[in-house]
């Protein structure tokens, strides 16, 4: 979370900066700034909310400087006011700092800086290691940057100026990704917080490793250890040039990447299956079929949408396969004790690839010796960095905060894992023909969704008047009603749970009454009379109900007041077109409830913080 993004060149840095900034606005919108130095002093700019408002705050004419530091905010120590937005600052306006990431010891710091009379204006933890650079420097700003960062616990992404180097920026990572990039020309040198910050150009780029820093002085860039010694470092071609952002006419991120949906699911498989043949093969799969086809066990990490992703991939690992697949959320694997032996295989699922929790948890499954595969969208990510192989989604930037295209497209490739791996094992030709030829109509059924979304929006604004959602589904349809009550919540801030039919009677039942809604999930043939069964009981309560159902159902039409027809496709998909009217049904819900869709409130886009 938080973006950091410092420009040194030939352009006007703070015009570069609040480009760059824009690109990496959806990593944290509470609070933005940018400084500079200028005649020898430090200039800053900064705004509460988006780098619209920092803006509109700075005169351009005015500012052709060579070198700026920039920064997003996703509030974490301190509230998201204008006072706590970064830059931060020593107490003698010496030192300017852009930070993402905690430092868990900044207390103890702070306290002892206090002591020595140092002056706080922000209520973060940021604000310390700025003093504390300022407290240590005796004119070599190296010395006192590694100086400084020896006292830090915690993890960070910096840059720094410092108002008497005025050609030099500082950058430093330990355990939060920073990227830095220069033009074959050698007139820019750029540091980002991710390389989506890189779009529209052509750079060399590094990302720094732990406690590996950057010093940059007029474009040169030397990268160093905390010993003061220089490291050899190839830095690889990042060709962005052509990356562009745009909505294309739609309103919304969320909406276009909703429609770009029949492309970037087929992106996700053309060229790695055979359908003929019953056959999936991945580009650069570093793992060998020899271990591949030993796996006895395999634990799926990951968070958020990325968890609903994982726990319809065990649900079809475990029965195509029969290979034993436990899901764990990140943040809560970390502290479990996975049992890994030499026949497991770790699968980490992210879209950013940058999710501290799941790096985290990916990190101490390599400590114990266990192969990593991750599943990721954005290439040259830090997961995909750290990992043995990589299996990438191709679905193209996704820019709204609300992950949808990314989710599809992570279903797709899971798919054909589980195929994949049940080849390996025992799954006969014929089934995987079938498997994979009824995946290839995937795109299809979901161009029909998106060519009559108008039933789904109608649906939208009768349901738009309830306050609380429960929403329902069996077997690979409750991950199903998880993904898509989480859409609800994150964009219209409304209350939604999701639950396996099966458990309303064991306890939830209690909370129906006919202000409640529920949005059933039905597209389960094996799942489908019992979860008629449960809908009757929650219509008995007086419960309003709106199902998404297939057009081969029989009965639903009588027991939900509503329901959304899809069309029919086997069990194993039918998360598709569920999902994806799901995705329409929170969008126009809130596009009715005016909330901000693409960058919801307290959300970022890349949780990297843990
Ligand atoms: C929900 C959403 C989040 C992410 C989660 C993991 O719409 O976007 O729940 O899925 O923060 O992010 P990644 O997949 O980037 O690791």
């Not at 002056?119 to 100086?147: H, P």
């Not at 209690?510 to 008629?532: E, G, P, Q, R, W």
Request: aromatic share 8%.
């Amino acid at each position: 979370m938080c973006g950091i993004f410092a420009y040194l060149g030939s352009k006007s840095s703070i015009k570069e900066c609040l480009n760059g900034l824009k690109l990496l606005e959806y990593r944290g919108y509470d609070s933005a700034g940018i400084a500079a130095i200028k005649n020898n002093k430090l200039i800053h700019f900064k705004a509460s909310g988006k780098i619209e408002a920092l803006e509109k705050k700075i005169n351009l004419k005015d500012l052709k400087l060579d070198l700026a530091i920039g920064h997003t905010r996703w509030a974490t120590h301190g509230s998201a006011i204008e006072k706590n937005a970064h830059p931060h600052f020593d107490d003698k306006q010496n030192v300017a700092i852009v930070h993402n990431g905690i430092i868990e010891n900044y207390d103890i710091l702070k306290k002892l800086l206090i002591s020595k009379n140092y002056k706080f204006r922000s209520d973060t933890d940021t604000e310390v290691i700025a003093q504390l650079i300022s407290s240590n420097y005796k004119n070599d700003l190296v010395e006192s940057t590694i100086k400084s960062l020896k006292e830090l616990k915690g993890s960070f992404a910096i840059a720094l100026i410092h108002k008497n180097h005025p050609n030099e920026i500082i950058a430093a990572s330990r355990e939060s990704p920073l990227a830095i990039g220069f033009n074959d020309k050698k007139t820019e040198v750029i540091i980002s917080s991710d390389p989506n910050a890189f779009s529209g150009r052509n750079l060399n780029v590094i990302f720094l490793k732990n406690d590996e820093i950057a010093h940059i002085k007029n474009q040169e860039i030397r990268i160093i250890n905390l010993k003061n010694k220089t490291l050899k470092k190839t830095f690889e071609k990042i060709n962005a040039k052509n990356i562009k952002f745009s909505k294309k006419g739609f309103e919304h991120f969320m909406l276009k990447e909703i429609f770009d949906q029949p492309s970037t699911i087929q992106k996700a498989y053309l060229g790695r299956m055979t359908e003929n043949e019953g056959l999936v093969e991945f580009e650069d799969l570093k793992l060998s079929k020899s271990f591949l086809s030993k796996i006895d066990n395999i634990i799926i990490t990951a968070c958020g949408t990325s968890h609903h992703a994982a726990l319809i991939a065990k649900s079809l690992i475990e029965e195509k396969a029969n290979i034993l697949v436990s899901a764990e959320i990140a943040s809560e694997m970390r502290f479990k004790t996975p049992i890994l032996t030499k026949n497991t295989l770790v699968i980490a699922i992210s879209q950013s690839g940058e999710t501290a929790d799941t790096i985290a948890a990916i990190k101490t499954a390599k400590e114990k010796g266990a192969k990593i595969l991750s599943i990721v969208n954005v290439e040259n990510s830090s997961l995909s960095r750290i990992s043995d192989s990589s299996i990438f989604l191709k679905a193209g930037i996704e820019r709204s905060v609300c992950s949808t295209k990314a989710f599809s497209s992570q279903i797709t490739v899971l798919y054909l894992f589980a195929i994949f791996l049940s080849r390996l094992k025992s799954m006969q030709k014929k089934e995987a023909i079938l498997l994979l030829t009824e995946l290839k109509k995937i795109p299809s059924k979901v161009r029909k969704i998106l060519k009559n979304t108008s039933i789904i929006e109608e649906k939208a604004k009768k349901y738009s008047k309830f306050e609380n959602f429960f929403f329902l589904g069996r077997n690979l349809m409750y991950p199903t009603a998880m993904e898509a009550a989480l859409k609800l919540k994150e964009i219209s801030y409304l209350h939604a749970s999701a639950y396996p039919a099966g458990e309303m009677k064991h306890g939830p039942l209690a909370l129906i009454d006919s202000k409640l809604a529920i949005i059933a999930f039905s597209s389960n043939k094996k799942t489908y009379d019992k979860m008629l069964s449960s809908l009757m009981e929650a219509r008995a309560r007086n419960a309003k109900i709106l199902a998404f159902a297939t057009k081969n159902s029989y009965g639903i039409e009588d027991i939900a007041d509503d329901v959304i027809w899809l069309d029919n496709t086997i069990d194993e998909l039918s998360i598709f077109p569920s999902t994806i009217a799901a995705q329409l049904f929170a969008y126009f819900i809130a596009k009715i409830r005016k909330t901000d869709i693409d960058q919801p409130r307290n959300l970022a886009k890349s949780v990297t913080v843990e």
